[in-house]
């Protein structure tokens, strides 16, 4: 499975609402500003692997202000349910519809903290 990962809010948007397909997952640390992550889906799986969807929250949490904490809770939707009313600053979506799964934050190897 292919993992993309925003690293500014410009780049969110652009994952979010542009790049990403209807039927790939998002995610993204609850309640803290934070990367939105992509997984993509081209089998159009009904639910994701368990591990990938646990990397996934981890990245989630690892690329947000929560990244120092312990265990934190993460939502997770499909691209269709993710939307942006006109007027909220980059980066900003709305949720129509999520589950929250919790996950101990991770970076990719090699990564700096900035």
Request: proline share 7%; aromatic share 4%; charged share 25%.
């Amino acid at each position: 499975m292919v993992i993309l990962v925003g690293r500014t809010a410009a780049d969110n948007d652009v994952l979010s609402l542009r790049l990403a397909s209807p039927r790939d997952f998002w995610f993204h640390v609850a309640g803290e500003p934070g990367s939105h992550v992509v997984v993509r889906n081209p089998d159009n799986l009904d639910r994701l692997p368990r591990d990938t969807q646990q990397l996934a929250a981890a990245l989630a949490a690892g690329y947000s202000k929560a990244r120092r904490g312990g265990r934190v809770a993460v939502h997770m939707s499909r691209c269709s349910e993710v939307g942006k009313p006109r007027g909220l600053p980059p980066g900003k979506v709305t949720l129509r519809r999520f589950s929250t799964v919790q996950a101990s934050p991770q970076r990719i190897g090699g990564d700096s903290e900035s």
